[in-house]
């Protein structure tokens, strides 16, 4: 049976517009207000939930049809996955900190590393950490506490140091080749995984070098302050090296967090800092840590599968194709669908995934390189992905200075995502200037097939 096509409609998007309105213009006010933490004043999940109730009303449908839409987008894998990685990397945070490791990797980073070089290190490391594991969350997750950490203690600018490890979490997870955003990405375009990373990295690179340079120019503290003591347990450190070794060789994140997490409790343990009840009570309390989070991710999961179902993001997608008219222009369109789909779903991969065919069209129809499409496909939803303040990367990043003197907020983090905004950059240079075709300029495509 053929599927239904969806009937492009503006209206479906109401419910993300009363969502988006309400989570950042009432962080936006209280920010303008001098209100302390202004962007946790108003819980991001009731003002979700009010999406949500604005799109039960608005769709048509029995009450039990617009709820089997809302769970199906809820119970995605993506979204699911997002969740649990949440949790455990909670767990872990709050395990590893409460037996004494984030106490010594601290110490041990401020003796090794100046503070004025931490941000542009950290950069560095988040990059090669995401580009060998595929994984812009397992990134932050398995770093940013003790960024977190080092920050508070070296007198650094907290938000540039979150916002050095986003950077850094992103251009891996655009480049790793085991990247679901990747693997979305060459799938939808029929390209091969390398045609596409040699695309890709030409572009990546320029803006990943200046953001390191940027780094070491704005990265020193006005003072620094001084730390009386640098002593520090090699033993307690084994959880995180455990965490990034295996994240590095590729090993699944929720088992490489999941061992952390028991390591982290031996060692506590043994050495007397937890027993077994207070191990458990930190596991749970790691949980509950990123309950805002869960709850957001999962209703965003729902409310923007109704969206899609509705006709919102076909809406948007049709806009976008009546201003193409030739191959440069097709790929401004291209990286425009990507762009809105990840601003409208705060999913890269599923906007990947929704927005490819479309793209793949744009390619036969005004003969784009497909090689070229699935980069841009890749970068322009990575790009969103990490300057949107309700993405995942953003809410888990800031989630981690909670309860510490740092106090990032969105607006604070934002404007220091050097990385992203230079990447759009050099990504809009490589339609008119298309510097990014000399690694395959030997292999033109070819459209008769």
Known sequence: MKEQKIKARKSALIPLIVFIAIYLGAGITLQIKGVDMAFYQFPSPVAIVIGIVVAFFLFKGTMEEKFSLFAKGCGDENVLTMCFIYLFAGAFARVASDMGGVDSVVNLGLSVIPPQYIPAGLFVISAFIAVATGSSMGTISAIGVIAVA?????????????????????FGDNLSMISDTTIAATRTQGVEMSDKFKVNLTIAIPPAVLTFLLLLIFGKPEVIIPVESLDFQVVKMIPYIIVLVLAIIGFNVFITLGLGIVVAGAIGIFYGDLNILTWAQGVYNGFTSMT??????????????????????????????????????????????????????????????????????????????????????????????????????????????????????????????????????????????????????????????
């Open 150 to 170: 080092i920050s508070e203690k070296a007198g650094l600018n907290g938000a540039l140091v979150i916002a050095a490890i986003v950077g850094g979490a992103m």
């Open 292 to 449: 805002e989070i869960f709850l957001l991710s999962l209703f965003a999961g729902g409310l923007a599968y109704m969206v899609t179902q509705n006709g919102g993001l076909e809406w948007l997608i049709e806009k976008i194709k009546k201003l193409i008219r030739g191959e440069r222009s097709a790929e401004v369109g291209i990286a425009a669908i990507a762009s809105l789909a990840d601003c409208a779903i705060a999913n890269n991969t599923i906007a990947i995934i929704i927005t490819g065919p479309i793209a793949k069209e744009l390619c036969e129809s005004y003969r784009v390189d497909p090689r070229k499409s699935a980069s841009l496909l890749d970068i322009w939803a990575c790009v969103f992905q990490g300057l949107i303040p309700y993405g995942a990367q953003i809410l888990l990043a800031i989630s981690l200075t909670a309860g510490t003197s740092l106090k990032v907020s969105p607006l604070d983090l934002i404007p220091l995502l050097w990385y992203q905004m230079l990447l759009a950059v050099f990504a809009i240079i490589s339609i008119f200037i298309p510097y990014d075709r000399l690694l395959i300029k030997k292999r033109p495509w070819d459209f008769t097939i």
